[in-house]
C-alpha cells in the first residue's frame, strides 16, 4: 500500500520560513506528478505547486517566488519550501502523487501537515 507523510509543519512568525517533506513508499517514484495542496478552514482545497517527472514546476499565482517545490528520486521524497511567509498561508498542507502526467486528480494523498503564520 502507497504511503505518504508529510512533515516540517509548524508555526512562524509572517516573513518566516518553513520547509515542508513529503517521504513516499512509491515504488516507481520517478515516473509520478508530485504536488502540494492546502487547505485554510472554511476554504476549498488549492494545488500550491506541482513538479512533473520532468521537473517540470507549477505554482498558484500567490506563491510564486516565495515557494520552491522539489523532488528527490533517489530518496523517493519531494519538498515544499516556503519562504516569506504571510497569513494567508496558514492552512494544513497535503501532499499527493500521480502516477505518470500531471492531471487534476491525483492517485495518493498524504494526511496533512498544519502550518501556521502569526503576525
Known amino acids: 500500500q502507497v504511503q505518504l507523510a508529510e512533515s516540517g509543519g509548524g508555526s512562524v512568525q509572517a516573513g518566516g520560513s518553513l520547509r515542508l517533506s513529503c517521504v513516499t513508499s512509491?515504488?516507481?517514484?520517478?515516473?509520478?506528478?508530485l504536488a502540494w495542496f492546502r487547505q485554510a478552514p472554511g476554504k476549498e482545497r488549492e494545488m500550491v505547486a506541482r513538479i512533473s517527472r520532468d521537473y517540470e514546476k507549477t505554482y498558484e499565482e500567490s506563491v510564486q517566488g516565495r515557494f520552491t517545490i522539489s523532488r528527490d528520486n533517489a530518496e523517493k521524497t519531494f519538498y515544499l519550501q516556503m519562504d516569506d511567509l504571510k497569513s494567508e498561508d496558514a492552512a494544513t498542507y497535503y501532499c499527493?502523487?500521480?502516477?505518470?502526467?500531471?492531471?487534476?486528480?491525483?492517485?495518493?494523498w498524504g494526511r496533512g501537515t498544519q502550518v501556521t503564520v502569526s503576525s
Open positions: 499527493a502523487a500521480q502516477a505518470g502526467r500531471c492531471d487534476v486528480t491525483y492517485q495518493y
Open positions: 512509491i515504488s516507481i517514484f520517478r515516473l509520478y506528478c
